[in-house]
């Protein structure tokens, strides 16, 4: 079962900034935070991940609260083609275990 | 093609016959995962391989699904005597291994009519 609990879905108005909560209450130690999304008839794909520290690409931003327990990510200005499935994971860090996909988050960023 | 390569792209099989679902991973990707999706669901894990062995195949619904990668990169799934219920997109993912990201297929729609 999956570790995470995310908002069944969420609207953006296009331009500006999604903020996409999840809550990983369970998480261990040894365990990162993934992020992929699913844009309808694809498949996912990896968005950004981090352990304790803030994380940012060219994608996305990841805020990880302090006791880990939480985590949000940013898409600082949302497009059209950002609207999917937006999944957040925990995974442990060694080895190659599977992601465990909950049913995530359903963004609509509405023009 | 630089990405992970799922064939067919779309199946369709009656009740009872047998099919296979092959993927092709990105070339030195020792890692190799299958999850199958039904529809308004995230992806369930169904087994993944590191190297040609099967590393954790604990999502194998059961005996009729089996999954093999001989040489290391390609796998193929198989799924025997198929139900209506095995209807689904079949997701292939490969991965350098460690932590790093996992790189996904487009999928394999199958309908079992």
């Known amino acids: 079962d999956a570790k995470t609990t995310q908002p069944t879905s969420m609207d953006c108005a296009e331009g500006r900034a999604a903020n996409l909560p999840c809550n990983h209450s369970?998480?261990?130690?040894?365990?990162?935070v993934y992020w992929y999304r699913q844009i309808h008839s694809q498949g996912p794909q990896y968005i950004i991940h981090?352990?304790?520290n803030n994380e940012t690409n060219e994608m996305a931003s990841l805020i990880i609260t302090e006791d880990r327990k939480s985590s949000t990510l940013i898409l600082p200005h949302a497009t059209l083609r950002d609207t999917a499935v937006y999944y957040c994971?925990?995974?442990?860090?060694?080895?190659?275990?599977?992601?465990?996909f909950g049913k995530g988050t359903r963004l609509s960023v509405i023009a | 093609g630089a990405g992970v390569s799922q064939t067919p792209s779309n199946k369709v099989t009656e009740k009872g016959k047998y099919v296979e679902l092959r993927c092709d991973p990105i070339?030195?990707?020792?890692?190799l995962y299958w999850y199958r999706q039904s529809l308004g669901q995230g992806p369930e894990f169904l087994i993944y391989?590191?190297?040609?062995?099967?590393?954790?195949d604990s999502g194998l619904p059961n005996d009729r699904f089996f999954a093999v990668r001989p040489e290391g990169s390609v796998s193929t799934l198989k799924i025997q005597r198929t139900e209506r219920g095995d209807s689904a997109v079949y997701l292939c993912?490969?991965?350098?291994?460690?932590?790093?990201?996992?790189?996904f297929g487009e999928g394999s729609r199958l309908t079992v009519l």
């Open positions: 070339s030195g990707h020792t890692a």
């Open positions: 981090g352990l304790k």
């Open positions: 994971i925990v995974r442990p860090f060694s080895g190659n275990t599977p992601l465990v």
């Open positions: 369970t998480i261990s130690g040894n365990e990162y």
């Open positions: 391989f590191q190297g040609t062995g099967a590393a954790d």
């Open positions: 993912a490969s991965s350098p291994g460690g932590p790093g990201e996992l790189f």
